[in-house]
């Protein structure tokens, strides 16, 4: 079963109010998580961030930035190569509501991220610049560099307040990597 079926069928099981409700974080700005990810409150209930780094071997990083509440967001996808010390920014995706699959209105989002998935899968990460090909005409779609640097980003066309670490996950996985230094 896919992992959104699962979440699908709690959400199904449970009462219509307590389905999807966001929590309150009063006081809360900001959550520092395992494996560089970073989650900031806006408003107490709506949220930005980054994911948790996973390592999709061969150098390469993925993260994930997200922008919405407990029920849906945004998202844009992050492919950082750790040797080159850059990384491709896709996205945004039309908002995701975590308990469904990505509609049709995703699927040069969600196609994109399937292709980076089977890619590591195989053994054989995308380049940057084929993950960049692959998300033309999306919003962000851009390779920027990641050493010595933190990127905003945003799913909103707005100028982003916040401030990414994109070489944070080398230095987990691929600390002598140049997108470590």
Known sequence: MKPYAVILVFALAAPAAQAC?????????????PNCGVTYFKDGISDEGISPADDLGGGFVRQ?????FACAATQS???????????????PSALIEFAAEP?????????TYAAVD??????TPLPLGEIKRRAAGMA???????VGKAIGISNTGAPSNRRYDLSCGCKVFYPGSAGAS
């Open 21 to 33: 409700e966001p929590i309150y974080r009063e006081g809360v700005d900001r959550f520092d998580g």
């Open 64 to 68: 994930t930035y997200f922008d919405g």
């Open 77 to 91: 996808g992050v492919v950082i190569d750790c040797n080159a010390g850059q990384a491709v920014i896709y996205g």
């Open 103 to 111: 509609g049709p209105e995703n699927a040069q989002y969600a196609g």
């Open 118 to 123: 089977a890619a590591a899968k195989a053994g």
């Open 140 to 146: 962000n779609a851009a390779i920027v560099p990641v």
